[in-house]
């Protein structure tokens, strides 16, 4: 148990709607070290926010976890009250919501949203917080850090917006940053330097970082571990180099598929998942990937598949993985 940070086994929540039960994680299983980065793929929808929330609590009504057990840094996360809670988020464990506009207040200066975060936590004065939101402002590569804690949101642009959606994070340098989509509403410059940054910043203060995107881009050169999600289920798990260069689900496949390569010849075309994403409310009896995928058999829509795994660390839910092995035992007898 003490070995990681972040073990989350075998974890059920659903929302309970007026138009029915939407299962948002189905058996979800993840576990983080100290100091490492996991990078969670998928389409919206798929259940990837959902999983990071839920350690912090943030599942409120109408999210009910029905099974599972959450574990972060020792803490059993399902069995705390909400004052425990509130303690741990924010001093242990912080995130970087996908939007900066609607996550900072309009009415409130950069200056005052920083320091309220550190009184909250810590027991600093009011001038050890304001010199504290400075260091924060610094660290993250805001210049001119005195007059940015007196502007308000509006008047910074996007890239510094997101780089005060990082300081508030690290306000108390938590053990775990949960970056949900950090990089979308940035261009690629910027993008580029926030995710540099986020790096810089977890090999100066050891911490772990979950980093919650669609874009296969972005956790290729930042996460060791990747968990690919579909419909709230985790179809494929392993290092990047197993996701990468060894994929064995269908829809990994078609996410690598989808990437603009630059070693393609000229004109040539990306190559689509088609058809849309399971309707949740009433998600197939077997994969829930089969009714788009080309390779699908008869048995991947009525049952769902179990865990095949690759060695430590790599695992997928795919019949054709299982339909490989039985082939590979046929062979060998």
């Known amino acids: 148990m003490g070995e990681y940070l972040v073990d989350v086994k075998n974890e059920r929540l659903s929302f309970f709607t007026p138009a029915g039960e939407v299962k948002a994680l189905n058996d979800v299983s ?17 259940g990837k926010s959902v999983t990071a929330y839920s350690l912090m609590g ?5 999210g009910r976890l029905l099974g599972g057990e959450l574990y972060f840094n020792g803490h059993q996360v399902e069995k705390m009250s909400e004052k425990e ?18 996550s900072l207040n309009p009415v409130y200066t950069i200056g005052n949203q920083i320091t309220e975060v550190i009184r909250l936590h810590t027991d600093k004065t009011k001038q050890q917080a304001k010199e504290r939101a ?38 108390c340098e938590p053990k775990l940053l949960i970056a949900d989509e950090p990089t979308t509403a940035l261009d690629v410059t910027i993008q580029a330097q926030i995710l540099e940054l986020m790096m810089e910043l977890k090999d100066k203060l050891g911490m772990a970082i979950i980093m919650i995107t669609h874009d296969l881009g972005v956790v290729a050169s930042m996460c060791e ?22 994929p064995k689900h269908q829809y990994t496949k078609g996410l690598i598929r989808s990437i603009p390569r630059l070693d393609t010849k000229e004109h040539e075309r990306l190559v ?30 009525r049952e769902m598949p179990p865990v095949t795994t690759f060695g430590d660390v790599h695992y997928t839910q795919c019949w054709l993985n299982q339909k490989e092995e039985m082939e590979k035992g046929a062979s060998h007898e």
């Open 30 to 46: 993840i576990r983080l070290k100290e100091g490492e980065v996991l990078g969670i793929v998928g389409e919206s929808g798929s």
């Open 58 to 62: 943030l599942t409120a009504h109408p």
């Open 85 to 102: 809670i509130r303690k741990f988020r924010g001093n242990e464990i912080s995130i970087i919501f996908q939007d900066p506009m609607t």
């Open 134 to 171: 400075r260091e924060l402002l610094e660290l993250v590569g805001i210049n001119e850090p005195d007059r940015r804690l007196k502007q308000y949101p509006h008047e910074l642009s996007g890239g510094m917006r997101q780089r005060v959606m990082i300081a508030i994070a690290l306000a």
């Open 225 to 246: 571990r990747i968990a690919v999600m579909y419909a709230g289920r985790i179809v494929e798990y392993g290092t990047t180099d197993d996701i990468f260069y060894h």
């Open 272 to 301: 689509p998942i088609e058809g849309t994403p399971v309707d949740m409310l009433n998600p197939p009896a077997g994969c829930p990937f089969a009714p788009r995928c080309d390779a699908a058999m008869q048995i991947c829509l």
